[in-house]
Nanobody
Framework: QVQLAESGGGLVQAGGSLRLSCAAS????????MGWFRQVPGKERELIAS????????SYADSVKGRFTISRDNAKNTVYLQMSSLKPEDTAVYYC?????????WGQGTQVTVSP
């Protein structure tokens, strides 16, 4: 199993920045892809960024491309999401996730609220 713990959420004004962190523990050697999802009430959880921990290849949803950056520090088993130029529509619970043999494992989530 892989355990994930997010931190760094909070309240920020539109146009501001936040950095989320996700510390992984457990069987981290089995994880090649990690990602960040977000979810708002009444909507499905949305994959917004992912990174391959070996190749460093990244992928982004169109809604965040150019504003958010995913990165990793393998030595610390930590993945980051740098969020810039935040908009009120970015308000959501953000979840870190690890792809373990094709199945996503989730963290507990952290709230990000962007005020107008």
């Amino acid at each position: 199993q892989v355990q994930l713990a997010e931190s760094g959420g909070g309240l920020v004004q539109a146009g501001g920045s936040l950095r989320l962190s996700c510390a992984a523990s457990g069987r981290t050697f089995s994880v090649y892809v990690m990602g960040w999802f977000r979810q708002v009430p009444g909507k499905e959880r949305e994959l917004i960024a992912s990174i391959n921990r070996i190749s460093d290849r990244t992928s982004y949803a169109d809604s965040v491309k150019g504003r958010f950056t995913i990165s990793r520090d393998n030595a610390k088993n930590t993945v980051y999401l740098q969020m810039s130029s935040l908009k009120p529509e970015d308000t959501a619970v953000y979840y870190c996730a690890a792809d373990v043999q094709g199945i996503w494992s989730w963290g507990q989530g952290t709230q990000v609220t962007v005020s107008p």
